[in-house]
């Protein structure tokens, strides 16, 4: 009976190795086992960084067009108001950190709380990295928390 036992765990651990591999991206580690991605909340989370690239790519046509300086402020005029909203109908904005320079990790704009600890945020290199709420705070500069 113990050796059927192992035989089944075997050809069970045999069935879900196999079905990982035939879907690579479709399951996430979650503990010691595997649950498939929620389609939804993927859809969701790459409709936020396609967001926040078009908020990226307004701030870099800003800048290439002012000798390098980012806008003074969220409000700047020549940024369309569209570029500045999370892509949620909640009409929330993206924080902005005016004046940043220095380190290049630092947060130019960042998401707001709304969705969570773990939010997308734009740096001053142009890369979208997701940070946790206490090292954004952290990777501001004193004057700016």
């Known amino acids: 009976m113990t050796l059927w036992g192992l035989l089944f765990v075997l050809v069970l651990t045999m069935i879900s190795g196999a079905r990982k591999l035939m879907t690579p991206g479709a399951w ?22 396609d967001q926040l690239a078009k908020l990226k790519d307004a701030l870099w046509r800003y800048a290439d067009a002012n000798a390098g300086k980012f806008p003074p402020s969220a409000s700047e005029p020549s940024i369309a108001v569209g570029v500045w909203l999370v892509p949620y109908p909640t009409e929330a904005r993206y924080l902005y950190v005016p004046g940043v320079r220095g380190n290049d990790k630092m947060p130019l704009a960042f998401e707001p709380e709304l969705f969570g600890a773990e939010r997308l945020v734009l ?4 890369e979208i990295r997701t940070m946790a709420s206490d090292e954004i705070a952290k990777a501001l500069p004193a004057e700016k928390r």
């Open 28 to 49: 996430e580690k979650k503990g010691a086992t595997h649950q498939l991605v929620d389609e939804d909340k993927t859809k969701k989370l790459q409709e936020r960084k």
């Open 123 to 126: 740096c001053v290199d142009g």
